[in-house]
T-cell receptor, first 111, second 117 residues
Framework: RKEVEQDPGPFNVPEGATVAFNCTYS??????FFWYRQDCRKEPKLLMS???SGNEDGRFTAQLNRASQYISLLIRDSKLSDSATYLC????????????FGSGTKLNVKP | EPEVTQTPSHQVTQMGQEVILRCVPI?????FYWYRQILGQKVEFLVS????????KSEIFDDQFSVERPDGSNFTLKIRSTKLEDSAMYFC???????????????FGPGTRLTVL
């Protein structure tokens, strides 16, 4: 079973749309959660950490549901520049020595 | 803004040859990582390194792989005898590693594209 699973997409949305991605994780001991974005053939870049109470950064909102073992990312008012692959990343309780990456969800924002 | 750097950006080698991929982590960071990403696939953890020793490694990181921090700034990944399936993008990352959520962010370098012929 995969540690982290994501819908690969692609999600094709018009500019200005709201789009949401989910990510499920298999290990209940997972403790820290992150969303990264990766542009084609580039390195992953941290978008936001996901806190237990949920958190928002501008147009981006991240939520954690421990009971169902998933995290979500909501993007409001999509911009063309949001087109990328969004990676869900999980690490286990106190073990920041190993990070588990999902395969990513591809987002295409169209004009 | 401090950043992780990697050299070379692209390495082409013949099967069976040794390669060394180089990384300069962010200067005050304490934890270092290597990942690989085969084209079209997910980012895969290879190894983590702290206090001059390996903290954790994946099944991919077999005896053909080794890591070293030869001085205070460089962090290297060596592949002793490359195989065709080692062709991938290799990312180095570093993390500050103190208590607190922000300190658990990993910062990635731009990657080295390894092509094994």
């Amino acid at each position: 079973r995969k540690e982290v699973e994501q819908d690969p997409g692609p999600f094709n949305v018009p500019e200005g749309a709201t789009v949401a991605f989910n990510c499920t994780y298999s290990n209940s001991a997972s403790q820290s959660f992150f969303w990264y974005r990766q542009d084609c053939r580039k390195e992953p870049k941290l978008l936001m950490s996901v806190y237990s109470s949920g958190n928002e950064d501008g147009r981006f909102t991240a939520q954690l549901n421990r009971a169902s073992q998933y995290i979500s990312l909501l993007i409001r008012d999509s911009k063309l520049s949001d087109s990328a692959t969004y990676l869900c990343v999980v690490t286990l309780l106190y073990n920041f020595n190993k990070f588990y990456f999902g395969s990513g969800t591809k987002l295409n924002v169209k004009p | 803004e401090p950043e992780v750097t990697q050299t070379p950006s692209h390495q082409v080698t013949q099967m069976g040859q040794e390669v060394i991929l180089r990384c300069v982590p962010i200067s005050n960071h304490l934890y270092f990582y290597w990942y690989r990403q085969i084209l079209g696939q997910k980012v895969e953890f290879l190894v983590s390194f702290y206090n001059n020793e390996i903290s954790e490694k994946s099944e991919i990181f077999d005896d053909q792989f080794s890591v070293e921090r030869p001085d205070g700034s460089n962090f290297t990944l060596k592949i002793r005898s490359t195989k065709l399936e080692d062709s991938a993008m290799y990312f180095c990352a570093s993390r500050l590693g103190l208590a607190g959520a922000e300190e658990n962010e990993q910062f990635f370098g731009p990657g080295t594209r390894l092509t094994v012929l």
